[in-house]
């Protein structure tokens, strides 16, 4: 596998030079991963675990199952979840520290400033870093594609629901990246950026959610606590936040749309009855995290680059 | 000749701390100068505002008339920086590290390869060019740091401490590499702390003080300035009073003192002589020794080294 993926980088290295679009800093960080034996490790050690939690799946559910198929559907679902699930773990544990690491680690090792007084622009820098971290995550979740087919060959899995989880994982990957660049261009010490960066995930993905729900569980209290039944208004606001609350956290979002789809067969839309017999639509969680979330991710990088242009006062 | 850096009323602080203090001078194309100065003077500041790193607090530099701060990417093309470190990518080769700082300057991979090569003959690291940049000694990696600041074939150079760090021999041919690139027709300004460097190679020397240009300009008009007595060394045989008298009564003789130490011959005298005069005053004082019967053995002037204008320039100020 190995020098295939040499031949690949080589080949995108030969590409992007003759079209104009070279990134020498995405280049060399490629290069240098795929030098690397780490990664051929962490790749290993992840199918390994895919593999593991999937047999153990099996063999806890085979004993009772003669194949029928309502049976082989949920298997189908069930492995399909657990991939995604540690797909998504992945993500999370890998791609903060990659990027973190990033400016911090030109600072480190006094190369950052050689970098600044080349013609390289800060966009790319910043692009570089991110894309090969990205392309590198990317990179992985393609090796355990495999193993995820095995669930459409069960069945009970829809290629929509495959294509939401991949752009799902895809849009919080950057925004993992873009967090750690940009507590990476802040802090002159590896270590404490990835420190931080985690610390900032953990705020975005559940402090904020948290404050959030604690916000809407007034509102709840107030809407239900009345005796006559609440005015329409009040309560499209209710489930208007509701749905916000379920957009700010990606397995919020991803369960509940998977919920929609099962339940009332709607992939884009949720519909949702009102107590005067009217009912509201409202998008589904999913392509509303997938826009708050790529929004976010652009004021990440934006942030960064500003930081990476500027000169010492 | 064109001035090709122009420093103009440049004052750097660091919050209350004032490093460079109202800094004007002016590099001519093809020289190389010699920007020395005692520790903490303001020289490793005053090149990083020149190669865009840093803004200065007032005051502006300009390199080939553009300004570092309206033009920073003009005064880039323009100029090849090596600061007074060593940037490593442990995991990259020698070759592949230059590679990536010309790709870095936009050149495209088909003239990069033979670039490359080229930069490397020059800074005699060809057959290092697959080793790990992390490997390489000191001077190897200084030889290196200079061939990737060549990689855009900038027209100036800027080098801090370019021989700090190196043996003797390292040094040497660091030194020169920098008239060699003189001759291909670059503009060198660097720091460093070695004044040997300094009288070899340098056609112009700027010695900064406390953030300020405390001397400047050419190498010979800065010694007649501040050096204008010559030193000369005597050692003749015969007795110390009868020389002390006859160079007294020459004129342009300000002092004669004995000099201790050294001397095994019995009946030796080792004179230094201040003067000043020109060179045929000097051939007169010999002519004169002579006349006075006095066996000269010796008689010589002592170079106006570069370590003793720096001494007179600066004035030990604690930065
Ligand atoms: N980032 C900084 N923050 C605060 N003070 C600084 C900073 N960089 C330099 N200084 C101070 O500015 C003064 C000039 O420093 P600079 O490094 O320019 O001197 P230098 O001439 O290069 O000295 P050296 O010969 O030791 O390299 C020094 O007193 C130094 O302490
Ligand atoms: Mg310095």
């Given at each position: 596998?190995?020098?295939?993926?040499?031949?690949?980088?080589?080949?995108?290295?030969?590409?992007?030079?003759?079209?104009?679009?070279?990134?020498?800093?995405?280049?060399?960080?490629?290069?240098?991963?795929?030098?690397?034996?780490?990664?051929?490790?962490?790749?290993?050690?992840?199918?390994?675990?895919?593999?593991?939690?999937?047999?153990?799946?099996?063999?806890?559910?085979?004993?009772?199952?003669?194949?029928?198929?309502?049976?082989?559907?949920?298997?189908?679902?069930?492995?399909?979840?657990?991939?995604?699930?540690?797909?998504?773990?992945?993500?999370?544990?890998?791609?903060?520290?990659?990027?973190?690491?990033?400016?911090?680690?030109?600072?480190?090792?006094?190369?950052?400033?050689?970098?600044?007084?080349?013609?390289?622009?800060?966009?790319?820098?910043?692009?570089?870093?991110?894309?090969?971290?990205?392309?590198?995550?990317?990179?992985?979740?393609?090796?355990?594609?495999?193993?995820?087919?095995?669930?459409?060959?069960?069945?009970?899995?829809?290629?929509?629901?495959?294509?939401?989880?991949?752009?799902?994982?895809?849009?919080?990957?950057?925004?993992?990246?873009?967090?750690?660049?940009?507590?990476?261009?802040?802090?002159?010490?590896?270590?404490?950026?990835?420190?931080?960066?985690?610390?900032?995930?953990?705020?975005?993905?559940?402090?904020?959610?948290?404050?959030?729900?604690?916000?809407?569980?007034?509102?709840?209290?107030?809407?239900?606590?009345?005796?006559?039944?609440?005015?329409?208004?009040?309560?499209?606001?209710?489930?208007?936040?509701?749905?916000?609350?379920?957009?700010?956290?990606?397995?919020?979002?991803?369960?509940?749309?998977?919920?929609?789809?099962?339940?009332?067969?709607?992939?884009?839309?949720?519909?949702?009855?009102?107590?005067?017999?009217?009912?509201?639509?409202?998008?589904?969680?999913?392509?509303?995290?997938?826009?708050?979330?790529?929004?976010?991710?652009?004021?990440?990088?934006?942030?960064?680059?500003?930081?990476?242009?500027?000169?010492?006062? | 000749?064109?001035?090709?850096?122009?420093?103009?009323?440049?004052?750097?602080?660091?919050?209350?701390?004032?490093?460079?203090?109202?800094?004007?001078?002016?590099v001519e194309t093809g020289a190389i100068y010699g920007?020395?100065?005692?520790?903490?003077?303001?020289?490793?500041?005053?090149?990083?505002?020149?190669?865009?790193?840093?803004?200065?607090?007032?005051?502006?530099?300009?390199?080939?008339?553009?300004?570092?701060?309206?033009?920073?990417?003009?005064?880039?093309?323009?100029?090849g920086?090596m600061?007074?470190?060593?940037?490593?990518?442990?995991?990259?080769?020698?070759?592949?590290?230059?590679?990536?700082?010309?790709?870095?300057?936009?050149?495209?991979?088909?003239?990069?390869?033979?670039?490359?090569?080229?930069?490397?003959?020059l800074v005699d690291?060809?057959?290092?060019?697959?080793?790990?940049?992390?490997?390489?000694?000191?001077?190897?990696?200084q030889r290196?740091?200079l061939a990737?600041t060549l990689?855009?074939?900038?027209?100036v150079l800027?080098l801090?401490?370019p021989a700090?760090?190196l043996?003797?021999r390292a040094r040497v041919e660091i030194r020169e590499l920098l008239v060699e690139l003189a001759r291909m027709g670059k503009t060198i300004f660097f720091?460093t702390?070695i004044?040997a460097d300094v009288a070899e190679i340098c056609t112009h020397v700027?010695?900064?003080?406390?953030?300020?240009?405390?001397?400047?300009?050419?190498l010979?008009?800065?010694?007649?300035?501040?050096?204008?007595?010559?030193?000369?060394?005597?050692?003749?045989?015969?007795?110390?009073?009868?020389?002390?008298?006859?160079?007294?009564?020459?004129?342009?003789?300000?002092?004669?003192?004995?000099?201790?130490?050294?001397?095994?011959?019995?009946?030796?005298?080792?004179?230094?002589?201040?003067?000043?005069?020109?060179?045929?005053?000097?051939?007169?004082?010999?002519?004169?020794?002579?006349?006075?019967?006095?066996?000269?053995?010796?008689?010589?002037?002592?170079?106006?080294?570069?370590?003793?204008?720096?001494?007179?320039?600066?004035?030990?100020?604690?930065?």
């Open positions: 596998m190995t020098p295939n993926l040499r031949t690949l980088t080589t080949f995108w290295q030969t590409w992007s030079n003759r079209l104009g679009f070279e990134n020498p800093l995405l280049n060399k960080e490629l290069r240098s991963r795929m030098r690397g034996r780490r990664w051929v490790f962490i790749l290993t050690l992840y199918l390994a675990l895919i593999a593991m939690a999937i047999l153990s799946l099996y063999l806890a559910f085979s004993s009772s199952s003669s194949f029928y198929t309502d049976e082989r559907q949920w298997m189908g679902k069930a492995v399909f979840g657990l991939v995604v699930g540690l797909q998504a773990l992945l993500v999370s544990f890998i791609t903060p520290a990659l990027t973190a690491t990033a400016i911090s680690g030109e600072r480190e090792r006094q190369t950052f400033d050689l970098l600044r007084t080349t013609l390289l622009r800060p966009r790319s820098i910043i692009f570089g870093k991110v894309s090969s971290a990205v392309a590198f995550v990317l990179l992985l979740l393609i090796a355990s594609f495999p193993m995820q087919a095995l669930a459409f060959l069960l069945g009970g899995v829809a290629p929509s629901e495959f294509f939401i989880s991949i752009a799902m994982l895809l849009v919080t990957t950057l925004v993992y990246a873009s967090i750690g660049i940009m507590i990476s261009t802040f802090l002159k010490r590896s270590l404490t950026a990835i420190v931080v960066s985690y610390a900032l995930i953990l705020v975005i993905f559940f402090f904020v959610p948290i404050l959030f729900w604690t916000f809407t569980g007034i509102s709840s209290s107030i809407l239900f606590s009345t005796p006559t039944p609440a005015s329409p208004t009040r309560e499209v606001l209710f489930y208007l936040a509701i749905g916000i609350l379920l957009c700010l956290n990606p397995i919020s979002a991803a369960v509940f749309s998977e919920y929609n789809l099962i339940e009332n067969q709607r992939l884009w839309l949720v519909e949702i009855p009102l107590q005067n017999g009217s009912s509201v639509t409202l998008p589904s969680p999913w392509w509303i995290y997938l826009l708050i979330f790529s929004l976010l991710a652009i004021l990440f990088l934006y942030i960064a680059t500003w930081r990476v242009r500027r000169v010492d006062p | 000749m064109s001035v090709i850096i122009e420093i103009v009323k440049l004052t750097k602080r660091y919050g209350k701390k004032l490093a460079v203090n109202d800094l004007s001078l002016q920007f020395v100065g005692p520790n903490g003077a303001g020289k490793t500041s005053t090149m990083r505002i020149l190669c865009t790193l840093m803004h200065p607090t007032t005051g502006t530099i300009r390199v080939g008339g553009y300004d570092v701060l309206k033009n920073p990417r003009d005064v880039r093309r323009l100029v920086y600061p007074d470190f060593f940037g490593v990518y442990d995991d990259m080769t020698v070759m592949e590290y230059l590679d990536f700082f010309a790709a870095c300057y936009d050149l495209p991979a088909q003239q990069r390869a033979s670039i490359n090569t080229d930069l490397l003959a690291l060809s057959h290092r060019a697959n080793d790990m940049v992390d490997n390489l000694s000191r001077g190897m990696k290196l740091a990737r990689a855009h074939d900038p027209q800027v801090d401490e700090s760090g043996d003797p720091s702390h004044l700027g010695i900064l003080e406390g953030g300020k240009l405390v001397a400047s300009g050419n010979n008009e800065m010694q007649r300035q501040l050096m204008p007595q010559r030193t000369l060394s005597i050692k003749l045989i015969g007795s110390l009073e009868q020389a002390q008298a006859v160079l007294g009564n020459i004129p342009g003789v300000l002092s004669v003192i004995p000099y201790e130490g050294g001397t095994t011959e019995p009946d030796s005298v080792h004179l230094r002589v201040a003067f000043g005069g020109t060179d045929t005053d000097v051939s007169d004082i010999l002519q004169a020794l002579v006349m006075a019967k006095l066996r000269v053995l010796h008689f010589t002037e002592d170079m106006r080294d570069v370590e003793s204008i720096f001494l007179q320039a600066t004035q030990g100020k604690v930065t």
